[in-house]
């Protein structure tokens, strides 16, 4: 069996969000999109990407408003990028290592999917199910 590239089992296309917006923002495309990464862009570039954990620690600090509070405060900046072409197994070796819970995928006209623990387990899940019907 070859090993699938990471283009199959990414989220395509994913919502990003301005270094400029702020944390509330952030907050509510998370909520209304049910998502929990958000590369972050400026000027058109990944610049980095914000977690719903991120968030989290911005808005337990005393004294914090988070419609005052940008996201490129909040953000991981230089995020763990790949192309689509890289294959899956390489991908989840890093993310173990590192224990990075999301990757970016990048191509020519920028963003172009996030990989996240989440697609992970789905495509273990595939895999998996594959395998079995495949034992006589």
Do not use: W
């Amino acid at each position: 069996m070859l090993m699938p590239s990471v283009s199959r089992v990414m989220t395509p296309n994913p919502i990003t969000i301005d270094r400029a917006s702020t944390i509330a923002s952030a907050r509510q495309l998370m909520k209304t999109h049910a998502i929990r990464h958000l590369p972050v862009v400026g000027d058109g570039h990944l610049v980095g990407i914000v977690s719903e954990r991120d968030l989290q620690l911005v808005e337990t600090a005393a004294n914090i408003d988070p419609a005052a509070i940008r996201v490129d405060l909040a953000m991981t900046p230089n995020p763990f990028i790949v192309t689509g072409d890289t294959a899956l197994d390489e991908i989840t070796e890093i993310m173990a290592e590192h224990k990075y819970s999301s990757v970016i995928v990048m191509g020519r006209g920028g963003v172009e999917g996030i990989f996240t623990a989440v697609d992970a387990c789905q495509a273990l899940t595939n895999i998996l199910r594959r395998a079995v019907a495949e034992i006589p």
